[in-house]
């Protein structure tokens, strides 16, 4: 038995690993691209500017990213190192190309490209000095798999009085300079606007003598604004033209949608800057105010080892126990306990092996896919399966069988999630494996202290050290039911089985219940009215195929095999329900309190170079210790008292369906699951608040607690 238990989860963990494994390691970043530091002057001259070039060459059928790179991806980004009183400003994006890749759109370049970026030379640089300008270039390059990469540039340049171009470099910055998009008030006088018609965007280029255009394009500055893969319908007239864009999940109105809009006309390609651009964040090289003062980050949130995640995912996979939404299936453990406690000791001790190896299989399963799916380019972090809808309702239908069950609506045997009568017979544990299976299930939408550190710092390593930290989260979920079993003496602690038993089965239901009503919940999030209707009568008839189950026995042969038709038909009506969930997605709608913003990259922004206060809650509605938070710290008055009084503006952001913003906000904060809490105060780094919050942490972060007592 064991030795089927341990083939099985190598078999589950495998392909993850594998595919992770292979898809990094196959080829090697620095072999796909070549990047090198130029500049368009021979030499630096005080108190001027002077424009580098971030230069990166890629082999044939490989690309790197544009500032938003559409469905997946990363932009390249520069950590500058560079002396004292010199400063970089904003990258200046060349226009992008539309990169298809299977149902995704990505934004990006192909070939070679260069980012222009200008740098300001101090009054204080004195001609005759050599300086160094030298940073780390960080990148994604991708084909059908995704590698990161960086290289270390650096350039030396001599300080004099007066500078010529580089004629060398000429060419290239002509070439840069000609693929930027032209501002639009000054190449085509005329009107640009946006309105909406239907659940479309329609942006209208008020302009006559258009008619050579044969192809547009849009890209948006905002990631989530578009629909990146929907079709962009052109339509040109005397009067200018019109594209038609479908709308995005982060819900933009008409007004604030910016970006490039690339023109095809005569042949020739032409592209304008439409909106304003989102104000850059602080970059590396700035001279940046000295942040306030701020409470002491945890220890979770500090340098971690592979050994210490290991630890902190340990101890987070304990607390995991604690989460509402594991306790449902944790009730049932305890009935199933109760039981065993009549059981030799070895047969309890193999069900708590069985548990264990279900639980574990089932994190390295879901830890080997994130991984393999992130080495692929995707944006998407811990929980990711419960963005989609159609795993929401099967779910949702799984636990609700499970709730008939224990009211004894039908006996289920133990083959299917350890329910029944078959817990005390061997196939008994074949229950207790797929137990530790739904338990792993269930506990994806709870994140745990010292867990999220944990899963962050997982997906930063190799993949080998990755499933090493999720498979010390597993052990640390499985720990205490594993105790009980290797300590059979522990079971005498129990109360003896009795009449009792079936009392408590029926009460167990309902918080089963309960986490069915929530899914439901969830659910209503992300798809539309037709998409809900659709999972509630899928309910209904897994109720169905119960009720047709339990009533085909005894009822004869021809009796028996009508009601399991019936029953199977019901089933597969259920799930043919579910795959038409993803077809009605709802547009991301987050329920925003009074005081609050929904989170956009360029909102916190312009919000940090203004030197304003933000607090920034990342949340999902599938995210339960994201929701306690919000109830139980973030709305109480004495909070939101200090957010008024401290003018501190509260983002939002929603995960509960994917968001490439917030997944790389996420990932920048060495996160890779919500919930995450950021203070911004001023133009300083973010302060990284715990997963579990008190009103204490919140007034502590934001500066502000003797407001609350104030009141």
Known sequence: MLRLLLALLLTLAAPGLAGAQGAMTAVKAKDLVRARLVAESEALVPGRSVTLGLHMAMKPGWHVYWRNPGDSGLPPEMAWRLPEGFTVGPVQWPVPERIPVQTLMNFGYEGAVTLLVPLAVPESARAGETVRLSGTLSYLVCQEICIPGSAELSLDLPVAASAEPDSGQAALFARARAALPEALAEAAPGSVRTTRVGDRLVLHLDRPGLA??????????????????????????????RLTLTPGDAGQPPEALAGVLALTEDGTRKAYALGP?????????????????????????????????????????????????????????????????????????????????????????????????????????????????????????????????????????????????????????????????LATLVATPCTAPFMGAAVGFALTQSPLAALTVFASLGLGLALPFLGLTLVPQALRLLPRPGAWMDVLKGALAFPVYATVAWLVWVLAQQVGPNGLLAGLTGLVLVALAAWAW??????????????????????????????????????????LAQGEEAFTQARLDALRAEGRTVFVDMTAAWCITCQVNERTVLAREGVQAAFRGGQVVYLKGDWTNQNPEITRLLERHGRSGVPLYLVYRGQG???????????????????????????
């Open 550 to 591: 339990e009533r085909a026995r005894g009822a004869g042969r021809l009796g028996t095999g009508f009601g399991r038709v019936a029953a199977v038909a019901a089933l597969a009506a259920a799930l043919g329900l579910v795959a038409v969930l993803d077809g009605d997605r709802a547009t991301a709608r987050t329920a």
């Open 685 to 711: 780094e973010a302060q990284v608040l715990p997963q579990i919050l008190t009103e204490g942490i919140v007034l502590a972060a934001i500066g502000q607690k003797d407001v609350a007592a104030a009141q």
């Open 277 to 437: 651009e989102p104000a850059p964040a602080p970059t590396a090289a700035a001279t940046v105010p000295a942040a306030p003062e701020t409470p002491p980050a945890p220890a979770e949130e500090e340098s971690l080892t592979l050994w210490s995640a290991a630890g902190l995912a340990l101890v987070g996979g304990l607390l995991l126990n604690l989460m509402p939404c594991v306790f449902p299936v944790l009730s049932i453990k305890v009935l199933s306990l109760v039981r065993q406690a009549g059981e030799s000791a070895t047969r309890v001790r193999l069900h708590g092996l069985a548990y264990t190896a279900g639980v574990l299989a089932s994190f390295l399963g879901l830890a080997g896919l994130l991984i393999a799916l992130k080495a692929g380019g995707a944006g998407i972090g811990w929980g990711f399966q419960l963005q989609s809808p159609v795993v929401v309702a099967l779910l949702a239908y799984g636990l609700f069988a499970m709730g008939l069950s224990l009211s004894g609506a039908v006996h289920l045997g133990g083959g299917i999630v350890g329910l029944g009568d078959g817990l005390t017979r061997r196939a008994g544990y074949q229950g207790s494996f797929f137990t530790g299976v």
């Open 212 to 241: 050579g255009v044969t192809g547009a394009a849009f890209f948006p500055y905002a990631e989530g604004a578009l629909d990146n893969a929907a079709p962009q319908d052109l339509a040109v007239d005397a009067a200018g033209l």
